[in-house]
């Protein structure tokens, strides 16, 4: 399962909506044979990383990479 683009609106914050909705997701996913659950969040979203580590979520090193391919071309390796 994939979801994408989850964020919280302002006037929704400190009502406990994000942590239903993580709850369900794993409830959801554990029903679906699941074992896990993966997410990820910019690095500058302290917000969202506090979160995510005060639901017992540790976090995980990765490197991400972006290219816009309408600006610059890939170079050809060989």
């Not at 989850?6 to 074992?35: F, Y």
């Not at 506090?50 to 540790?58: D, E, K, N």
Request: charged share 20%.
């Amino acid at each position: 399962m994939v979801c994408r683009a989850g964020h919280a609106l302002d006037a929704s914050r400190g009502l406990g909506l994000s942590a239903m909705l993580l709850s369900s997701a794993a409830d959801h996913a554990l029903v679906c044979g699941a074992d896990r659950m993966e997410w990820q969040t910019l690095a500058w979203n302290e917000r969202a990383i506090v979160f995510y580590r005060r639901a017992g979520a540790p976090d995980t090193a990765k490197v991400r990479f972006t290219h816009l391919l309408e600006q610059v071309p890939f170079a050809r390796t060989q």
